[in-house]
């Protein structure tokens, strides 16, 4: 079990990517997510853990 440090907060989030015209791949999605990461880490200096 992991523990939180002191002054940090612990948060969960779930993404749902979809597409009505096609059938998402790994390689369609993770640029996708990787900005989102990069947009969390910028804008709120985020440690994202995975």
Known sequence: MS???AGQRSLAFRLV???ADQTLTD???EPV???VRA???KQFGVT???
Do not use: G, I, N
Request: net charge positive.
């Open 17 to 19: 990517y979809r597409s």
């Open 33 to 35: 997510h990787q900005k």
């Open 39 to 41: 947009a969390l880490e």
């Open 3 to 5: 523990l939180v440090p």
């Open 48 to 50: 994202l853990r995975s």
């Open 27 to 29: 390689d369609t999605v």
